[in-house]
């Protein structure tokens, strides 16, 4: 899976020293429903990805922008089942009796009664040059009976994992790993979970969900994912100059401006220089640009300092 780059970014906080955005976000508000069931068509005895099916629900999302894309995959118990080709509640999903309500929005996404396992790979994220990152993501476990410790690929051994993996390093994180618990002993079903992790040192990024589950009440529940940070800058000597406002809707200027600014302009994601900016003036106008990540670099007579800039 391609590694996705911020392209656009909504802001959630603003103080004098610091803003926290999101960064990339899966939701699965924008996408249409089904109350069909979902059928692979697939050999349930082999491993695969899956597809998303006319009329059926979707498993599969392209990424777009600051939205996750996500692939789900099936791998079969070490003595096969029926998997999901005898139809079953996967997938995006506005129904809300189990859970009551979403945690964010109307949908979520569903994995229930799989007869084996469902993996769910989300976009490769690139988080260079951000700081303080956090990822959270939101779980809801129906509450039944589970079998098992999640141990053994096996039919009576039910597990839940969601992690983020570092490709770079293969370091992993668990948010939440059932495995080598019964699921009924952790105190865990029946009720939205807040599950995040600190993610500093990470220059990539990968969210993963394993779910293994036998019967229609048994039924796992995701929303409303988030990759949290500061945009950082760049470069030595830029002492306290910033953008604001960051995020940029039309016009912008530079706190602390220095006196000796000599040229300021915009790169795009791909190097491209997009915009120049007069060094005389005191606030530019970018209504034009497209909304999305760039560059802003500040020459000075003895340095250059950037800084990423998101434009509404």
Known sequence: MRIQILSSICLLTLSLNSFSQALFHANFEEHPVTSALYYDTE???????????????????????????????????????????????????????MVGAFSQGNQGYIMSDI???????????????????????????????????????????????????????GDRIDLINSTGQDINDLNIEGRWLN???????????????????????????????????????TGPNHSNSRVVPNPVTTNFSISSRPFDLRAIYIKNIFGRTVWRGSSEHSAWEISHLNSGLYFLNIERDNSTWTQKIIKN
Do not use: W
């Open 195 to 233: 599950l995040s992790a600190n993610l500093s040192g990470f220059n990539r990024a990968q969210l993963v969900i394993e779910a293994r589950n036998n019967a229609s009440d048994e039924a796992f529940f995701i929303d409303n994912i988030k990759f949290e940070g500061q945009l950082g800058l």
């Open 43 to 97: 050999d349930p005895s082999l491993p695969h990805p899956l597809t998303n099916n006319p009329d059926q629900p979707l498993l599969n999302v392209d990424a777009l922008g600051p939205a996750l894309g996500y692939q789900a995959s099936y791998i079969p118990y070490d003595q096969a089942s029926t998997g999901l080709g005898d139809g079953d509640h996967v997938g995006i999903t506005d129904s809300q009796n």
């Open 115 to 169: 007869d084996g396992n469902f993996i769910l790979t989300f976009s490769e994220v690139d988080l260079n040059g951000m700081d303080q990152i956090t990822v959270s993501c939101d779980a809801f476990i129906n509450q039944t009976s589970y079998e098992g410790d999640g141990v053994n690929n096996a039919s009576n051994s039910d597990r839940i994992a969601i992690y983020i993996i570092n490709p770079e390093t």
